[in-house]
């Protein structure tokens, strides 16, 4: 019987806090589980805690006198190792894991991990889905809200293991010196300047996806990323490259109105781009990515196909959820960085259209004058909700004349974007920015825009 702390409860059902908690609970070793940054939001999980009598509880403060007696310290994805939890543990020399690190540890299987700035979770989504079509036994977990330690104890030998891997999980599992069997990078954006000091730092965390992989190992890297692109000749294992325009180098690529993949020494047409149900350069990257990925894994062209005709996106993601009098409305709440929401303009912008956009939310230390300049070339109607990004948000749509209204609320934004919408016109949330101050998380803001799009 080992005395485990954890480090961070979290607030999701089946996220990294709660899923630990229950694994060492349900091997009955004695479990204190800790949050500083304790809310009512949390509640559930602690109630479904409290049926054990090996588990106690210490919100609000530091557990150091608790960690100076563990054996084992499982720390929240986002706590940086300058916290005093971690300083204790470090200063006693007691172990550290993240439930990725413990689970790639433990997993008796290959794991697939993905990993980009943007895109990751319909990859993620996508190789899972090609996986089960070309009939394999999959688990899909990580950064996609189900922590892997939720079913390690259910997995067999021949099974496949795909994680979504954030850079603060990867930072985990780099620091265990593991990396998954099969990666893939989808691309490094700026995003996260809040925890990282620099692009440097954010994109090393990103590398650790590949940086303790083996000769027998496999990485897909995107060739048009100036950062994935570097790590080809440095990838300790076998590289393969999707890209936009067919070179030397691809082994995944687009033309005019197909997908193409190396299929062995054959270039195969994957898949005709008229038969997808989601569009734009970004989904056919993340296609492309998806299916090197898949393959590498033992996914087979029938069942990358399947998959492929089969997938609608994913909910938040440029998610249609409803067209009323000819209004396309669109939750996109996953776009909390500019560059998401600069996609996401490109993605829906057409002639004779206008974009009513809802913008704003919390700073992750990011920049706007990009996203301001390709507002200017577009259609576009603004809305911009309050919060610690509000000064440099606006600052740059000042810079280049963009016009934009204050909105207090969602609420107040959705009614007034709809009041102006004409037929033809898309109503899009692509914040741009966190959603830290009006929401739980993004996906609470999403749920709350489908909510008042849902109201006549």
């Known amino acids: 019987m080992k005395n485990i702390v954890i480090c961070g409860l979290g607030q999701y059902p089946q996220g990294s806090g709660i899923a630990a908690a229950l694994y060492f609970a349900k091997k009955k070793d004695n479990v204190l589980v800790s949050d500083f940054y304790y809310t009512p939001a949390m509640d559930k999980n602690v109630a479904r805690l409290k049926k054990f009598k090996n588990v106690r509880f210490l919100f609000n403060t530091h557990p150091l006198e608790e960690i100076s007696l563990a054996d084992l310290v499982i720390r929240h994805q986002r706590m940086r190792k300058n916290e005093p939890e971690m300083i204790e543990a470090?200063?006693?020399?007691?172990?550290?894991?993240?439930?990725?690190?413990?689970?790639?540890?433990?997993?008796?299987?290959?794991?697939?991990?993905?990993?980009?700035?943007?895109?990751?979770?319909?990859?993620?989504?996508?190789?899972?889905?090609?996986?089960?079509?070309?009939?394999?036994?999959v688990w899909l977990g990580g950064n996609i809200l189900v922590s892997p330690l939720m079913f390690l104890d259910k997995v067999q030998k021949k099974d496949l293991v795909v994680l979504e891997l954030s850079s603060f999980q990867l930072e985990g599992t780099g620091a265990a010196g593991i990396s998954p069997h099969i990666a893939c990078w989808t691309n490094l954006m700026r995003d996260h300047l809040n925890a990282y000091p620099s692009m440097v730092e954010y994109a090393e965390a990103k590398a650790q996806i590949l940086r303790h992989q083996t000769g027998n190992d496999v990485v897909v890297l995107n060739g048009d990323d100036k950062i994935t692109s570097a790590k080809i000749k440095t990838a300790p294992g076998r590289v393969l490259v999707f890209t936009a325009k067919k070179s030397k180098r691809s082994d995944a690529w687009l033309?005019?109105?197909?997908?193409?993949?190396?299929?062995?020494?054959?270039?195969v047409e994957l898949i005709k781009k008229s038969k997808l149900r989601i569009?734009?350069?970004?989904?056919?990257?993340?296609?492309?990515?998806?299916?090197?990925?898949?393959?590498?894994?033992?996914?087979?062209?029938?069942?990358?196909?399947?998959?492929?005709?089969?997938?609608?996106?994913?909910?938040?993601?440029?998610?249609?959820?409803?067209?009323?009098?000819?209004?396309?409305?669109?939750n996109d709440t996953t776009a909390t960085t500019p560059d998401?929401?600069?996609?996401?303009?490109?993605?829906?912008?057409?002639?004779?259209?206008?974009?009513?956009?809802?913008?704003?939310?919390?700073?992750?230390?990011?920049?706007?004058?990009?996203?301001?300049?390709?507002?200017?070339?577009?259609?576009?109607?603004?809305?911009?909700?309050?919060?610690?990004?509000?000064?440099?948000?606006?600052?740059?749509?000042?810079?280049?004349?963009?016009?934009?209204e204050d909105v207090l609320t969602l609420r107040e934004a959705v009614h007034l974007l709809k009041k102006r919408a004409k037929p033809g016109d898309v109503l899009l949330l692509s914040p741009a920015c966190a959603s830290f101050g009006l929401f739980q998380n993004e996906f609470d803001r999403g749920e709350q825009f489908k909510k008042l799009v849902g109201k006549k």
């Open 90 to 137: 470090e200063k006693r020399n007691i172990p550290v894991e993240t439930a990725e690190s413990l689970f790639m540890k433990l997993c008796p299987c290959p794991v697939i991990g993905i990993t980009g700035t943007r895109g990751k979770s319909t990859t993620t989504t996508l190789v899972a889905k090609m996986l089960e079509a070309s009939r394999k036994h």
């Open 279 to 330: 569009h734009g350069e970004h989904n056919y990257a993340n296609m492309l990515a998806a299916a090197l990925t898949a393959q590498s894994a033992g996914a087979s062209l029938v069942g990358m196909r399947k998959a492929l005709v089969a997938f609608k996106g994913l909910e938040h993601r440029q998610e249609i959820v409803a067209v009323k009098k000819g209004v396309t409305y669109i």
């Open 340 to 404: 998401g929401a600069i996609a996401a303009l490109r993605a829906f912008s057409a002639k004779n259209r206008t974009i009513r956009l809802i913008i704003g939310g919390a700073d992750k230390e990011l920049e706007f004058a990009d996203f301001a300049k390709e507002l200017k070339r577009s259609n576009v109607d603004v809305v911009v909700l309050p919060g610690t990004a509000y000064a440099k948000l606006t600052g740059a749509l000042h810079a280049e004349r963009v016009a934009f």
């Open 255 to 267: 033309t005019e109105d197909a997908l193409m993949i190396k299929s062995g020494e054959k270039e």
